[in-house]
């Protein structure tokens, strides 16, 4: 057979692929594989096309596009491997290596160049773009188009309509550069990395995670030079923008003398400590990669690990806790979300079937991936519904918008929440 070449940059390296024995237990980990039993959309399966597109034995072929594309990067199949594969790894590389390789049709490209070249990457366009999400949702024709249901006819529309997040004015922009200090002795000097999307979006969250941080004695700064921190970018493919974010953040904060790196995300902390792997060829930023990465951590791995402020009043709330599958999986952080809610007074604790099997969010996944991502959505929903939790608690925005659209297509109406917002309304409870 001939083989067909390619320019293999960025291409999954052979001796990761050879990690995989193709035991098999990583297909129960997949949701992918659990949803339509199709061995080429497993981790199994997808190394094995990986291995004859990187070997020329094939060619990249629309299909391979397809079955690399449905993947959601879970990192699930991580965790089940008995090999130590690193599958996230090998899906990212594979998706650079089809960027490289096999042109997107013209409205695609341009579509992924605004999102990622601009949109993510410049602040000014993420408040037009959240201005105009806002008066969409104020003037009340965000109500509208739902309960008419003008959109159904539209199909893949009315789905991405309905997770369309909320606009959080005022939005974050304002605070990035600033420095709070810590509530009573100083005990730690941090840095908070505010996100993206986030800084329109989840607005709120950011301002707990700072107040929650203040209440633990850290002193935060929000570095202004900061920037995205590259982690939808790896998921697509497209890491040479990743690198030059990457570049970008390290140069704005590891020189800073913190004693910790804080993201409140963990789809992006997940990326932000792999910034060794992305840059690991780059001789000017190998070394402060991996000094930047000993500093990364995700704020529940850092709540978890100090001596918590225990001054919180009572939330006599049922919760159940949803693992975020790149803070599970990726930066292998459990314990710190559970510990952190049992130290909340009458807070009701309800352990979740499947925690950490993959909502449906996925990044962008649950965009251009809509028809699965509604599915397993619905399917963690029934898991949800089961516990009887009035709120659903999560450490990634985007498993909480997901989850939010869950809770009002086919749950109970459930609260929303974040980790760190469970413990910022325990604060203040606590009454002297």
Known sequence: MAAFKLNNSEAPLQKD???CVHCGLCLNACPTYRELGVEMDSPRGRIYQ?????????????????HMDLCLACRGCETACPSGVQYGKLIEAARAHIEDNRPRPLPIRLFRWFIFGQLLQTRWMLGLAG??????????????????????????????????????????????????????TRKYKVAFLAGCIQNVTFSRLNEATV???????????????????????VHS?????????????????????????????GGCGSTLK??????????????????????????????????????MGPMPITVTYQDSCHLAHGQKVRVGPRKLLAAVPQLNFKELPMSDLCCG????????????????????????NGTGADVIVASNPGCMLQLDAGARLHGKNQRVMHVVQVLDEAYANFKS
């Open 361 to 384: 969010s996925a990044g962008i996944y649950n965009v251009v991936q809509s028809e699965m991502a509604s599915q397993l959505l619905k399917n963690k929903m029934g898991y949800v």
């Open 50 to 66: 990986m291995v004859q597109i990187t070997t020329g034995q094939a060619e990249m072929s629309q299909t391979y596009v397809d």
């Open 274 to 311: 792999e910034y060794h792997e992305l840059l690991e060829t780059d001789e000017k930023y190998h070394d402060r990669a991996h000094e930047w990465v000993k500093k990364m951590r995700d704020v529940n791995e850092f709540l978890g690990s100090i001596e918590l402020n225990p001054n």
């Open 17 to 19: 692929l050879d990690k």
């Open 211 to 233: 107040r929650v941080l203040q209440k633990n004695g850290c002193e935060v700064h929000i570095p202004g030079a900061q920037g995205c921190c590259g982690a939808l970018h």
């Open 237 to 265: 493919g497209r890491k040479e923008d990743a690198r030059k974010l990457a570049r970008n953040n390290i140069d704005a904060i590891l020189d800073g003398g913190f004693d910790a790196i804080i993201s409140n995300t």
């Open 131 to 184: 201005t105009g999400l806002f008066l969409y949702q104020a003037s009340g024709l965000q109500k509208f188009v739902r309960s008419s249901g003008i959109l159904k006819p539209f199909g893949k529309l009315a789905e991405i309509e309905s997770l369309s997040p909320n606009a959080e004015v005022p939005f974050f922009f304002s605070q990035i550069g600033k420095t709070f200090p810590a509530e009573g």
